[in-house]
């Protein structure tokens, strides 16, 4: 079982990056955020929960968050492993995640932390937009789409989120930067953390992270 966190401030570039590396790697992507937002367009009461949260730029608690990656990752499609994005947030969540892999026999592959200054945040994030079927990612100069406001990849209408309204975004990164700091330290000190610089260009990252996980980028052979 493989298991890759992917770490950073939010819109530091994770979900762009965790989905190169689904395919190159062929393990499954899994987003508590993503996981969050399904959750509520379906009403059920954790995502309820994790809604009102969300809407203020806060960490859903470790309870309901643990729980519901545990759940994923015991979905069949994740028996070879995860790259997971947007968890651990916290220690706890850190913790309970060593506990999970014990029992599985497993552990943290590498942690990568893809760093960006925070004053480059709040301008990736304000220009963000996401497909609405499936939550492909473009930015409004760094990566458009080729039809403006229509996503390449499905043809669906590209959406803002709910959370990147400029007071949310300050809200998150005022209230997540510490969790984050306690995070990369945790594995820091394990032994695993591998930090690469987010500000270069989207494929630069990839291959960045890429070559930390061992695999040749696209076009190398
Ligand atoms: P989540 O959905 O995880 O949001 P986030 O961490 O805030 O991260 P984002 O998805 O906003 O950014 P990203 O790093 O994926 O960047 P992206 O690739 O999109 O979480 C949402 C909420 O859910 C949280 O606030 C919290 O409430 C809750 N939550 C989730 N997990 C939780 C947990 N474990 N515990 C508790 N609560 C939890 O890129 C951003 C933009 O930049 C895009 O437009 C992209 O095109 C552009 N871009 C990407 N890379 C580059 C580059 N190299 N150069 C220029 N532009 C780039």
């Known amino acids: 079982m493989r298991i890759i966190v992917l770490l950073g401030a939010p819109g530091s570039g994770k979900g762009t990056q965790a989905a190169v590396l689904e395919e190159r790697l062929g393990i499954p992507h899994i987003a508590t955020g993503d996981l969050f937002r399904a959750a509520a367009a379906e009403g059920t009461p954790v ?34 492993g995860a790259i997971l994005d947007g968890f651990p ?3 706890a969540q850190a913790q309970a ?14 942690a990568l932390y893809i760093e960006v200054p925070s004053e480059d945040l709040a301008e990736r994030l304000s220009g963000r937009w996401i497909c609405q079927v499936a939550g492909h990612v473009y930015h409004q100069t760094a990566h458009p789409p080729k039809v403006p406001g229509i996503c390449d990849i499905d043809g669906s209408p590209l959406i803002q989120r709910e959370d990147d309204r400029m007071e949310t975004i300050q809200a ?17 000190q394990r032994g ?3 930090a690469v610089d987010g500000r270069r260009p989207i494929d630069e990252v990839s291959a960045a992270l890429l070559a930390v996980v061992d695999v040749a980028p696209a076009g190398d052979g």
Do not use: C
């Not at 892999?101 to 943290?108: F, G, K, M, Y």
């Open 97 to 110: 995640l060593d506990q999970t892999l014990e029992r599985r026999a497993a552990r943290i592959d590498r």
């Open 89 to 91: 947030r916290t220690r």
């Open 192 to 194: 695993v953390l591998r």
């Open 47 to 80: 995502g309820e929960q994790a809604a009102a949260f969300m809407a203020r730029g806060e960490l859903v608690p470790d309870g309901v968050t643990i729980a519901v990656l545990e759940e994923r990752l015991n979905r069949p499609d994740a028996a070879r």
């Open 172 to 188: 998150r990164l005022a209230r997540q930067l510490g969790a984050l700091a306690e995070v990369v330290d945790y594995y820091r």
